[in-house]
């Protein structure tokens, strides 16, 4: 990019206050980077547009002048997809963040994209609804982020991905224009669904300026039951009994190593007299008799499968949160070994066998190397945390970890499964995207990118080049 920062900020002092420009050297840290701390930011600085009209302002001054945006939200995500390093004016969203309307009889509420998760989850609860997209990071995230990475997250068995829950979506495009996705609409049969495209591009393709997001009926009672297991194999098998007899909402799994990161980390108790290899949590409504007794019969049956060998389950709300800390403090518990993130996902018909390729991969490599491994195996999703040991150099940390990396994408590749399954591609995963998607997708992801962003200011170098 040829021009200067003083040249740009004083160009988008004229569609922007100049308040609302920032190029400080701790804002551009701050904005310009993302959780997965990749690189350093560096960023040219950050502009805080408050309408749509700025917005496209933005757009078109970027257009004009050629220089790259990089869209901002709460930036937790974990792939590069939100850092600002080659000199990008970064478009924070932060304050754009008013929930614009709602509807009770549609369920469906408005709101700019700078709404925080967790306040779009209390606007539902004080309407007697539950917006049911929920991960670690709701308290900081922002729904048009979400909305960009197509955020999972704990409930996606039951509720499906963000994909799921928005029923519309206003974009500004890569030229600048504006256009309005669906409309709230349930039923909309007239072609191509534009929306479902610049959901999950990743700010790729244009930003996200207005949402229109679903709610739904809150679930009632929610009981957590957490066993211990001897192998892995078992995971897969206590999941089939338990979906026999209860829609579940969640059904997570985790390693011993994790569980002992957790322990050590957040200085609990373990609610075992041991460690086991594997733990599963299963949560699901309890809101009668029927389910209590479905839930102990499917627990009984594992255990006299062998499956499972001990669990306990929740008494009440407190209970069930202290069970989730099992599973929901791994990532803080062990953030301080630097890990090595992979996010990966196959059918989940196909999770044990896949599974079990995997810890004979992990098993060829360096053992001071610990994997952690857990996930949502309840929509097939497995995480795999490599951690670093405290005498290996970081560089050659990476280098391993990359090789094994490889060898987990070929596996992957395999069981024609995803090298992303809900931390998005970002620049991480970019060198192998190939691993998921054939050169004919990418070729035609790249069309789609020229189409509303022939300029290629849009999040330049992230997810796919053209
Ligand atoms: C989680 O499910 O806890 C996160 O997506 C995993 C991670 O931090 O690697
Ligand atoms: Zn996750």
């Known amino acids: ?48 547009p408050t309408s749509i009209k ?52 549609d369920a469906l509420v ?26 670690a990071s709701v ?20 509720y499906g991905m963000t994909r799921d829950w928005i029923e519309g979506i206003k974009v500004v495009t890569g030229m600048g224009e504006l256009l309005e996705l669906n409309r709230g609409l349930k039923k909309n049969a007239t072609g191509f669904d534009f929306r479902h495209l610049f959901i999950g591009s990743e700010g790729t393709l244009g930003l996200i300026v207005e949402l229109v997001v679903e709610l739904t009926n809150p679930p009632k009672d929610l009981n957590v039951m957490l066993m211990g297991l001897k192998s892995i194999e078992h995971t897969t098998q206590v999941l089939a009994v338990f979906k026999e007899k209860l829609d579940l909402t969640a059904f997570e799994f985790f390693s011993d190593i994790a569980m002992k990161k957790v322990l050590e980390g957040k200085k609990l108790r373990n609610p075992f007299d041991h460690i086991f290899p594997f733990y599963v949590l299963a949560e699901f409504e309890s809101y009668s008799e029927v389910q209590l007794n479905a839930a102990s019969e499917s627990f009984e049956r594992c255990i006299d499968f ?25 990532t803080e518990s062990i953030a301080s070994y630097e890990p090595f993130k992979s996010d990966v996902s196959c059918r989940i018909s196909q999770t044990p066998a896949f599974l079990c390729n995997l810890e ?35 560089e050659e940390f990476r280098e391993v970890c990359k090789i094994i990396s490889e060898s987990i994408f070929n596996l992957v590749k ?35 990118k020229r189409l509303f ?14």
């Open 306 to 330: 062998g499956y499972a060998v001990e669990g306990v389950v929740s008494q009440n709300q407190r209970q069930a949160r202290e069970l989730w800390e099992f599973r929901e403090g791994i």
């Open 139 to 158: 308290g900081s995230s922002q729904v048009g982020g979400n909305a960009a990475t197509n955020a999972g997250g704990v409930n996606v068995l039951r």
């Open 360 to 394: 004979e991969i992990l098993n060829g490599f360096d053992p001071k190397i610990e994997a952690v491994l857990f996930g949502h195996l309840g929509d097939g999703n497995i995480h795999i945390n490599l951690l670093k040991p405290t005498k290996m150099d970081s």
């Open 110 to 135: 408005s709101c700019q994209p700078g709404v925080v998760t967790q306040v779009l989850k209390d606007f539902a609860e004080s309407k007697g609804l539950f917006y049911p997209v929920d991960f």
């Open 1 to 48: 990019m040829s021009w200067t920062t003083k040249e740009i900020v004083d160009q988008l002092a004229k569609v922007v206050e100049p308040s609302r420009i920032k190029i400080g050297a701790d804002d551009l840290q701050f904005y310009g980077n993302d959780w997965s701390n990749l690189s350093k930011p560096n960023p040219c600085a950050i502009v805080f």
């Open 414 to 448: 395999s069981f024609g499964g995803s090298i992303s399954a809900e931390h998005g591609i970002g620049l991480t995963k970019k060198p192998y995207l190939n691993y998921s998607r054939s050169e004919v997708e990418l070729d035609y992801m790249r069309g789609v």
């Open 54 to 105: 700025e917005v496209q302002a933005i757009v078109g001054l970027a257009n004009k002048l050629n220089f790259p945006l990089v869209p901002s939200g709460g930036r937790t995500g974990l792939s590069g997809g939100a850092l600002a390093k080659d000199r990008e004016l970064v478009v924070s969203f932060d304050l754009m963040n008013k929930i614009l309307g709602f509807n009770k009889s």
């Open 453 to 466: 962003d022939p300029n290629n200011i849009m999040n330049p170098g992230k997810l796919i080049d053209i």
